[in-house]
């Protein structure tokens, strides 16, 4: 008789992280294969990346660049997407976060799969769009170490 097969772990959502995003994809974010298409799971990824820097900018922001991306896992029609992020590095003007996607798989919901990971760094910028320091008064991130 064959043993019965063990459940199969949790992947246990990060506590020490800050849920910034959910979002449920839908049919139209597909691409040809079924999946959901990369340029949109970055979409999502770069609003849910500049919540936590919005926080100290106080002012406008920009992107200025996506350091890394891996797409660990498909997301697919229906899966419930939690975004996390932490801040990894403030310099004089710009910030960098560390983005995890956790996918909740539609019909297997409390079993979470992490999809995608992501670092990129937003600028504080000015009127003109040029960059400007971030305001380092009364300025505290929890759990940075620099
Ligand atoms: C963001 C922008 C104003 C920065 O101007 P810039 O003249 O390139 O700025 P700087 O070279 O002075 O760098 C500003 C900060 O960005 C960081 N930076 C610049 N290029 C970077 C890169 N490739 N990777 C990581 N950080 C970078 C710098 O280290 C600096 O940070 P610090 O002050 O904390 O050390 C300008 O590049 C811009 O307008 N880019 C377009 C932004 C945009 O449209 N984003 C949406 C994309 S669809």
New binding site residues.
Partial sequence: MSKPSSPRPETPLPQDRELVLKVIPMPADTNGNGDIFGGWVMAQVDLAGAVLPARYVRGRM????V?QFIFKQPVRVGDILSFFSHVTR?????I?VQVEVFAERFSAQGQYVKVTEASL?Y?A?DRE???RP?PKEGLHIPGLVD
């Fill in positions: 920009a992107t200025v660049a350091n403030v310099g004089n003007t710009s960098t760094t600028v910028i769009g040029k960059p971030i």
